[in-house]
């Protein structure tokens, strides 16, 4: 018994080396591709005033200043959200001409803090699962994310779309995380109490006064905690009052921006609230429908025996699954009232890659779930020792679903996988051509004799890398945008 007991070690151990060595592997082909990108689109405006200065002093004292007025500017005039403009302006200003591939890092980084941390919170603390478990399922959950992003140049290149939703969405992840480990961990030292709310109520504001779909789904969380507060550990109650007011000062300041209205009158839809909640629940059951792809779901198979073990030895009874089912599909819908009250669509890539996460953290949380309610209610005899048919059964089917799972990956996936583009970029020159073309352009966009500049075109377009580019005439927004940047009458493209 203690020799297999051993062996299943063994072989959790391994196969989070596996994943460990997989994700690291495909975390530096998406940064080294990175290395070849630079600023397109809205990145000359946010980086316009903070350059400037940045430019002239290096003194990051007077940037930030420059960034505080640059915020309050835009929150008067166009949107409220001014925890990410903020950072965003400045970042730009100081990194956007030497280091742009730091929103590649940044936007990495939090996303798998995000994962790592609410895996660790859910599965380890909860769940009493070993490590190896959680570094497996952490990994998994990352490089499904990561690898399937339907639109991937705006979730980690692009610096304003990426940092604006996927950083601040990884944000969120962390920040449900560090409220499930203030519930989940008891301690007397009221000092480290009262310093870990605080931290927790700076990330509620730093979210809240971010995006909308972030700080949607982070109120529901904060009701749902305060809720369980009332019914089960009143001990709390004050301390997630006191994290939920953080949260709801910053998104009245949000809400309330003078700009929001200016924008709204320009790019708004007149929708009522009530259709937009129609709206996201038509959209949320159609995409759970449309996007349940053979690879996920043989993921899903893959899951099974690691989820069946997990939940064996947690203790939990998993009530009501049906319920938890619902309620989460309601979760995973309001990702769309945002976009659907505001616009009426689904919205932009960037927001669309958000779906997809939280497309991801829905299917295997309930597969999980559901697989507590089954081990539960069948743990006397489904899963006995002696039942050598199911076992068996298991083994072949898990074999061949990994077998299948590689396979759909190709078929699936392809080039599109963003490790994979990546490494074909790299391969084939792509990165450094564009990138080439892109220097040839700075030594124009830098002469001071050339009032009215003309710029080579991208011949080759990586796909990770390349949002968008200026038009050949000089009307567009994206041309007089750059051309203000440098300081040219015009810009156009050949």
């Known amino acids: 018994m203690l020799k297999k007991k051993y062996d299943n070690d063994k072989i959790k151990k391994n196969i989070s080396l596996f994943t460990l060595f997989v994700t690291a592997v495909h975390i530096l082909l998406l940064i080294a591709i990175s290395l070849y990108n630079f600023m397109s689109l809205d990145d000359y405006f946010f980086a316009m005033e903070t350059g400037n200065v940045w430019r002239e002093s290096h003194s990051l004292f007077a940037t930030i200043k420059k960034g505080i007025v640059f915020t309050f500017n835009r929150y008067m005039t166009w949107q409220g959200n001014y925890t990410w403009v903020l950072p965003n302006s400045v970042l730009l200003g100081i990194f956007g001409e030497s280091a742009y591939y730091i929103v590649t890092i940044l936007v990495i980084g939090m996303l798998l803090l995000g994962n790592y941390t609410l895996v660790y919170e859910v599965f380890n603390r909860i769940c009493k699962a070993g490590k190896s478990e959680a570094v497996i399922i952490a990994n998994t959950l990352f490089l499904m994310e990561t690898l399937f992003m339907p639109y991937p140049v705006e979730g980690m290149y692009w610096f304003c779309g990426s940092f604006e939703y996927m950083f601040f969405y990884g944000l969120m992840m962390f920040t449900i995380a560090c409220m499930l480990h203030q519930v989940n961990k008891k301690t007397d030292d009221r000092t480290k109490k009262i310093l870990f709310e605080v931290f927790i109520g700076i990330l509620q ?148 890659n958000l779906y997809r996460v939280a497309f991801f953290l829905w299917l295997y949380g309930n597969e999980f779930y559901c697989a507590g309610f089954v081990v539960r209610k069948y743990k006397e005899t489904l899963f006995k020792e002696r039942n050598r048919t199911f076992r068996g059964i298991a083994y072949a089917g898990c074999t061949a679903a990994l077998i299948l799972f590689f396979a759909s990956l190709y078929f699936y996936g392809g080039t599109s996988l963003t490790s994979v583009s990546a490494a074909l970029s790299l391969k084939r020159g792509e990165g450094q051509a564009y990138y080439e073309t892109h220097l040839e352009r700075l030594a124009i966009l830098r002469d001071a004799s050339v009032r009215d500049a003309v710029l080579p075109d991208f011949e080759i377009k990586p796909y990770l890398l390349y949002c968008n580019d200026i038009e050949t005439f000089d009307s567009s927004w994206m041309n007089t945008t750059m051309a203000e940047y440098y300081g040219k009458e015009t810009v156009v493209r050949e």
């Open 205 to 352: 504001f730093a979210v809240a006064g971010s995006n909308f779909v972030v700080a949607l789904i982070l109120g529901i969380t904060d009701v749902c905690f305060i809720i369980y507060a009332l019914l089960r550990n009143k001990s709390i109650l004050k301390y997630e009052i006191i994290i939920a007011a953080f949260f709801v000062t910053a998104f009245i300041l949000n809400v309330a921006a003078p700009g929001n209205v200016y924008r709204d009158a320009a790019e708004g839809a007149d929708i009522s609230v009530f259709y937009a909640i129609y709206l996201s629940f038509a959209w949320g059951i159609k995409y759970i429908i449309t996007n349940l792809f053979p690879p996920y779901i043989l993921l899903a198979i893959l899951l099974i025996p690691i989820f069946i073990h997990i939940a064996g030895k947690s203790g939990l009874s998993f009530p009501y699954p049906l319920f938890v089912l619902i309620f989460s599909f309601c979760i995973f819908s309001a990702h769309f009232t945002p976009s659907a009250y505001s616009i009426g669509q689904q919205g932009p890539g960037r927001v669309l």
